[in-house]
T-cell receptor
Framework: QKEVEQNSGPLSVPEGAIASLNCTYSDRGSQSFFWYRQYSGKSPELIMFIYSNGDKEDGRFTAQLNKASQYVSLLIRDSQPSDSATYLCAAPVRDSNYQLIWGAGTKLIIKP | GAVVSQHPSRVICKSGTSVKIECRSLDFQATTMFWYRQFPKQSLMLMATSNEGSKATYEQGVEKDKFLINHASLTLSTLTVTSAHPEDSSFYIC????????????????FGPGTRLTVL
């Protein structure tokens, strides 16, 4: 059973600090990963997509992928109260109808 | 681009009635659409995957006769909850995939805003 695991949190971070969200996966063959953000009562929206080992930066967000250690992380710099949400990690399921396997999500709380 | 709409956004119905939820990709053709259900404080649960013009593939434990999915065109999929009961009350979310195989993120799913179903 392929899995994507996340700490459910909540993760509490002071405003202005760096929030670090982690995700581990069991399928060593996984090639790419998505980070989605979901506000309470809303549907998920894409934050980052990462394919290659290393870092990918987009504004205040940096995704890090380490295929050898099978983890992917999301860093949020200069955290704002508006970043408070649940962050979902997802990976494509191989040999499926383009499905994604989802982590349970980490709830992030940014404290003013 | 890649906007997905969902209608209605909220519905309240009596037990035993049927409810239809529409999911539309507004500015792209969706080769694959997905239906999820999410209970409060829980993660997304995939209910079914559908491709245009073919029968949906349901996840284990999801009753296909209760949750009818029709993917009639490349821009429209519908989910009908038949004979709804209070335990069907949930947040139903559809997503769509563009299917641009030349792009590495071709598995990216674009989500509709969701439908909150309350069955009395």
């Amino acid at each position: 059973q392929k899995e994507v695991e996340q700490n459910s949190g909540p993760l509490s971070v002071p405003e202005g600090a760096i929030a670090s969200l982690n995700c581990t996966y069991s399928d060593r063959g996984s090639q790419s990963f998505f980070w989605y953000r979901q506000y309470s009562g809303k549907s998920p929206e894409l934050i980052m997509f990462i394919y290659s080992n290393g870092d990918k930066e987009d504004g205040r967000f940096t995704a890090q992928l380490n295929k050898a250690s099978q983890y992917v992380s999301l860093l949020i710099r200069d955290s704002q109260p508006s970043d408070s949400a649940t962050y979902l990690c997802a990976a494509p399921v191989r040999d499926s109808n383009y499905q994604l396997i989802w982590g349970a999500g980490t709830k992030l709380i940014i404290k003013p | 681009g890649a906007v997905v709409s969902q209608h209605p956004s909220r519905v309240i119905c009596k037990s035993g009635t049927s409810v239809k939820i529409e999911c539309r990709s507004l500015d792209f053709q969706a080769t694959t659409m997905f239906w999820y259900r999410q209970f409060p404080k829980q993660s997304l649960m995939l209910m079914a995957t559908s491709n245009e013009g073919s029968k949906a593939t349901y996840e284990q434990g999801v009753e296909k006769d209760k949750f009818l999915i029709n993917h009639a065109s490349l821009t429209l999929s519908t989910l009908t909850v038949t004979s709804a009961h209070p335990e069907d009350s949930s947040f139903y979310i559809c997503s769509a995939r563009r299917g641009l195989a030349a792009v590495r993120s071709y598995n990216e799913q674009f989500f509709g805003p969701g439908t909150r179903l309350t069955v009395l």
